[in-house]
Structures are given as C-alpha cells and as structure tokens.
C-alpha cells in the first residue's frame, strides 16, 4: 500500500488513465497475468497475480520504460514504510484466504 500525497492526486490520476503500450509490454514480459491498483480516498492498494512476485518484479526493474515511469511518480507517495515507489520492496501481508475458482469446483 502507497499513500498518495494529495496535492497531486489528479496527476497520478491522470498519468494512469495514459498507460503507454511499452508499459504494458512490460508489464506482460515480467510473467504478471493481471496488475490491478485500487484507490481508497489517497490510499493505493496493489494487486497483482503472478507465478513469482519477486521474479515479475525484478524483470520490471531492470526495463528502462518502467524505471523512468517509477521516477517519475517517486514524489506522489508516502509509503507505509518509509521508501518510495521505486524503491519499495512491497509488504508481504500473510494471505488469510484465497480461493481459486477452476474446472475442480465445477460439477
């Protein structure tokens, strides 16, 4: 989770609405199937699904697109603790459910 700094929410806000499709190529090479960012007030919470969170992220750390988009919001955040975007090595909050829905639970 990241806390958005409110004197420039309509610029992270808007820089979100214009994902450049080398991003999103990016985003596809690291092995993430989906990457989602949901806002609570200045609150942003990531989620994304992966075969390895750490494998995904360090190939989006090593693409020059994505640092530069990383540096570029650097000082829209506030982080839970105490780093920035980039640098950030997200929490990893124990899982206390999850449910997968597949061809298992059908019939």
């Known amino acids: 989770m990241l806390a958005a700094l409110p004197r420039i929410q309509r610029e992270y806000d808007r820089s979100h609405r214009e994902i450049r499709r080398s991003v999103l190529d990016a985003i596809r090479a690291s092995g993430m199937k989906t990457y989602s960012i949901s806002q609570d007030g200045t609150n942003l919470y990531f989620c994304d699904e992966a075969e390895g969170f750490r494998d995904s992220m360090a190939v ?22 105490g780093s920035k975007s980039g640098e950030a090595e997200f929490a990893r909050f124990p899982e206390v459910s999850r449910l997968e829905v597949g061809s298992e639970m059908e019939g």
């Open 60 to 81: 989006l750390k090593q693409d020059p697109e994505q640092a530069r988009r990383n540096q570029a919001h650097d000082h829209c955040f506030e982080s839970a603790w």
